[in-house]
């Protein structure tokens, strides 16, 4: 059982993805790896984070980055999202991400930031006495 | 049957809806209203879209709008996006709605514009010769 | 005749319309190219929209983007813009094609995302019994 | 004969048009002034674009503000455009006024200053030896 | 002993405040809330975070917003940062609090958005299994 | 005796320099070239402008282009600005350029398009009977 | 002979004057307050500038806000510049004080932070041993 | 005893560090030169501040660019900021660096402009007796 997984939207956020998996590893903790967009696997993505025992989400995506939001929207675990830069530099998905309605709460780190998001995740695992 | 399908993602975006309303109303087009929220009411939302006989989807989101990008990956319909201001004057809604991926294409109209996605939704049924 | 034309505002977009012409030939759907723009060839470029007999425009320019809006101040055809990225990562375009008044929709697609636009048009042109 | 065309996209930048006559008044320069939108009267605005004598068109308008942009692509005549602001503080108007493509110049002031458009035209009146 | 520590940088904030003490009220979760500006109270609030035996801190600041970084700086607590809107629209709050350098995480939630704040801290103590 | 002065902020503004000057040499247009910056040299460009019998200034600068202001400030021709791109994509000197005091007017062209200062000049020199 | 000047750019610009002077009121400093636009006065600009005994001066202006590099390029003295909002939000004013070529600096505080420009000017008064 | 300390947030801002020094030793202006991250090493900047006689203090950061800031709050000495670019260009570091709360004032200068910085400084020594 993994404690945390990490659903990047595309095969081209790898670089940014394994800017995480470099703090879990170093950190010792176990995680799964998925490559689920929101928009282009939807149902895919729905069966896996139903399925998940995971106690914490890192969604990495770029654009129009619905990843983490749809995410939270399915479960009640806490939900990190990594905004991936692009012609905009990143702000489009910096925005998708943070801007959540009331009551699907996302935490956003920064734009191609997948360290802090791993780093996040494992003071949560901390609290959770996990580590 | 209605030809088309309003969907707002919060019972506060009602103005919006309604200039939208007020357009296809002219036009003598029928159309049918519901406010789901693609993070709120992901399910409601699912079977709706995917029970509706609409030809066209009209979805209107403010903040992190994801659902245009979440009716478009579930329709082979063609979908069309109104983002509405908020604090950031919508650019945050307008980013979400337009920047999507590859192969699950949104049209995005004007912020708060409601009565542009009617009328080019009146256009698409045109071509489809259903006016 | 060609049930979509594609109308570019500069030879230089030149990569932006090659990734919607794949898209367009993937789905073996007949489409005309022209590079027309708004402002240094608006006579030929109205001449071309009021002859057309396509059933959807697609629209790409950079810049102060005009094109899209004065081809669907042109047509009762629905009309998507592409925005293609520049000096401000194409923000400039974005807001020149998506921003248009009441009652002159365009339906905008993400910045450089030629792809998203054919996609889009084929939706229209599937609503409308042409594929 | 008017020495000066104002055009302004829409009766709602009354306000920006009047700073520009004022200006114009106490200058005692002689002005025409129009609503003709680039985009809901192409042809008029064609024609009375075409048919003017006016040395120097001043063009006010606001979200995807095309209209300097066409006039300018229609005449040899110097033009001027003011961006009016809308939700976006004018930043929409701002950038569709000014980033032309090579070839058809406009000359865009301040958001909203429609006096300053006036006196950019007075000083082209002066260097033109007409005032 | 609190669960959850709120902290704003400024009296100003109240408003904000209030809709995540709201949440948690709701939720029936102990806190306890500073004003503690990380600009203008740097060594009380530095004793605060050191002393305190939260599981989760709420850092809600608008403008420069250092507050949520600084106090990620000081403990291995999970940080929430909610950026608070001014005359930018909340975007330099917004920036301040989610590019932190990696190994400092914060996860930021939308401008204003203290209810999400709160919902993504319960979710927090929901893995911990304190609630 | 020069119709059109050249002014540029900065000897790294060379190439929009360039594309300024190559249209003016095609229309055979005389002009004088100048680097003077507005904060580094403020006397002489005072004296330049001053003296000088141009009857169009063209004013070339990045960053905080206070140069096209200034020039306006200082002689009753007109004055067209060019931004020139940088770290921000040019913006910043955009914004410097364009957003002028009432009564100082500076017409703005795009930005780096040095190109379409000299189409404006040559249209107000049309105008003026100098060509 | 004061201590420090405050020179705004235009009337309009009281309300974030008075801020400035209540700050150096409080601290019992000497200062002189003058409008002076580096546009609309720049002669009696150059004059006040270069006939002060100022050790510090505070500029202030929105828009295009060219006083503070103005007055820094005048003066061998330090120069605090305080951008003032408007359509924008004071990003304009913001990038046009802080963007300055190197070699003629302004020390820029935040956006209508009268304050603050005087709480810096009293920091260098203290240095400099006038306190 | 150094007149001035230069603060850089991370080793990746040696850049930006080495033009502020250029122009510090052309001035023949002693300096020390510290790495310490607001967020990463607070003790120890908290204890070098403290201890510090500069006079000046440059601090250089990208990102949440807290640095400056932070030692503003800690020091009676004025402080100068210099935001460093990186995805978003710049403007994340300037908004963080810029927009202090009233009370803890920063002077900021332009972006990756450690040069301004240090004729910043040079001018505020210059007052104060100290060249």
Redesign the interface.
């Known amino acids: 059982m993994s404690l945390i997984s990490i659903i990047s ?2 095969a081209s956020d790898e670089q940014i993805v394994e800017r995480t998996i470099r703090v879990l590893d170093e950190a010792g903790i176990d995680y799964d790896y998925q490559i689920l ?4 696997n ?1 149902d895919e993505l ?1 069966e896996y984070v139903k399925n998940s025992d995971s ?2 989400f890192i969604c990495i995506a770029g ?2 980055a ?1 990843l983490p ?2 995410v ?3 479960t ?5 999202g990594v905004p991936v ?1 692009g ?27 997948g ?3 791993a ?2 995740a494992v ?2 695992l ?4 996990k580590l």
């Open positions: 939207g595309s967009s929101a928009h282009r939807p729905d106690l914490v654009l129009s619905a939001g749809v939270a929207s399915k009640d675990k806490p939900v990190i830069s012609t905009l530099g990143g702000i489009d998905a910096l925005l998708s991400i943070v801007q959540m309605p009331r009551g699907v709460p996302v935490g956003c780190v920064g734009i191609d930031n360290a802090n998001a780093h996040l003071k949560i901390a609290v959770a006495g």
